[in-house]
């Protein structure tokens, strides 16, 4: 933002400089031309009122290095095809010669081309100061007049003039330009620290309350548009904190209150006379029982406030796959750190890798990562599951297996679990058939590249 603003800034103040040469450059040259054309109407006036003896005295005296005057029976300007200005030189001339129409008057403006002396009479001393006050840069105008007398003669007054040096040292021209260019990027990193400080702190809070950190609310500092939406991010947060502690305390009291009538209706069936009733009646409460535990399982794994520290990703897969007395393969990767929460990270991928046990028989567990997160892979062996079930799966209490058996179809919520505990850690869990047999279980979490980097310095 701050080389866009110079850019602009220069651009526009070289756009300004560009116009301002052209009119002053305009300016000098009409005033060194109209200043000729004052000085030729002023010896028009003393050749017509003088006596004839004297012309040659007021042609030597009105004679200078800028304007030569000479008088002669033909005009030195023989052509009537002039420049643009020409209207204006003679119009200039004929108002100081009192608005005489009638006095021919011929008028010669033109580009001079070539290299040649910037004023026709000058020494050549001169001419080299001039040259170098130029800056080695001469663009030549030649003025030529041929003016009618009463006489029946012809004054020609002829003059050049140059395009005015700049006078711009280099030198100078950089230290104003540095010390321009200086004060324009303290004024804007100044200005631009208050918007940029205020929205990488807004940054870094949402980052952390996406991943179930605890965070405080942020300072209303900055322009009135930033105020507004930091205070719009704080009652968003606010209201997101308040709304998953309200939703997780609602399903923790319904699993809890579940409980009693449970235990009222467990002991009603023991007064079932029929065996086969009773045994039905009591299995059925069993497994409402254990849907129940499951249900406040899956309220704890919500509100669980955990606070996330940095773990190598190798040393945490080897002491859960410890924990769960080697009932995976756990294969070698890179050494990568990652920031979670243990316990809450140790029972989603517990979940993940039982799934995987349960219908697939086995299951490999391996790591990877990019630039931002580290991938946990496991994989089974299994018959896979349908495309369209790929994310019904993670629904809670759905089960691909349609029986009611505890022992093979369990409650449908290892999954749902897994992804709500890995989502609040900022991750995710995704699902693939592999294309040689089985499912592939994709575990994202975020990693922690500060530590990596200072491990390899």
């Known amino acids: ?45 003393l050749l017509e009122e003088a006596p004839e003896d004297l012309h040659p005295a007021i042609l030597r005296a009105a004679d200078s290095p800028l304007v030569r005057f000479s008088m002669s029976p033909v005009p030195s300007v023989d052509h009537t095809a002039h420049d643009d200005d020409r209207g204006l030189v003679e119009a200039r001339l004929r108002s100081l010669l009192d608005g005489d129409t009638s006095r021919e008057i011929r008028v010669e403006l033109h580009d001079v081309e070539g ?29 030529n007049l041929s003016i009618a ?41 100044f200005l631009l620290t208050r918007l940029i400080g205020p929205l990488h702190r807004l940054s870094v809070v949402a980052d952390s309350f996406g991943r179930g950190e605890e965070t405080s609310p942020l300072p209303v500092t900055g322009p009135r548009e930033l105020c507004e939406l930091t205070e719009a991010f704080n009652r968003m947060q606010d209201r997101l904190s308040r709304l998953i502690a309200d939703r997780t305390r609602v399903l923790g009291a319904l699993g809890h209150d579940l409980r009693s009538p449970l235990t009222a209706m467990r002991v009603r069936v023991e007064l079932v006379e029929d065996e086969e009733t009773r045994e039905t ?69 517990r979940n993940v890798i039982e799934n995987a046990l349960r219908y697939g028989g086995s299951a490999r ?15 089974d062996d299994g018959p896979g599951i349908p495309e369209s079930a790929m994310e019904e799966v993670f629904e809670p209490f759905f089960r691909m297996e349609k029986s009611r058996s505890r022992d093979t179809g369990g409650h449908g919520l290892g999954l749902s679990i897994a992804r709500t505990i890995l989502r609040g850690q900022g991750g995710d869990v995704t699902l693939t058939n592999r294309e040689s047999g089985g499912l592939s279980a994709r575990i994202s979490v975020p990693r922690d590249p500060e530590n990596d980097e200072r491990r390899k310095s």
């Not at 050049?160 to 280099?170: I, V």
């Open 281 to 349: 009646l009591t299995a059925d409460i069993e497994e409402m029982q254990e849907m129940v535990d499951a249900t406040l399982a899956f309220a704890r794994g919500i509100s669980e406030t955990e606070q996330p520290v940095t773990m190598e990703v190798s040393e945490f897969l080897l002491q859960l796959r410890k924990d769960m007395l080697d009932a995976f393969e756990l294969d070698g990767g890179e050494e990568i750190h990652f920031r979670v929460r243990p316990r809450g990270l140790r029972r989603a991928l």
């Open 365 to 379: 567990v391996s790591w990877s990562a990019d630039t931002t997160s580290v991938l946990i892979h496991v994989e």
């Open 115 to 143: 290299r040649i002396l910037p004023l026709p009479n000058l020494s050549r001393d001169m001419a080299e100061i001039h040259r170098r006050m130029m800056q080695g840069e001469l663009s030549t105008i030649e003025l």
């Open 149 to 189: 007398l009463k006489t029946g003669r012809w004054l020609n007054v002829g003059t050049r003039f140059s395009r005015p040096a700049l006078q711009w040292p280099l030198v100078s021209l950089l230290s104003f330009g540095t010390t321009a260019g200086l004060l324009l990027i303290a004024v804007s990193w």
């Open 1 to 45: 933002m701050i080389l866009l603003i110079v850019a602009v800034l220069v651009l526009a103040q070289a756009v300004s400089l560009w116009i301002l040469i052209g009119e002053r450059n305009l300016a000098v040259r009409a005033a060194l031309g109209f200043e000729a054309v004052g000085r030729a109407a002023n010896i028009v006036r």
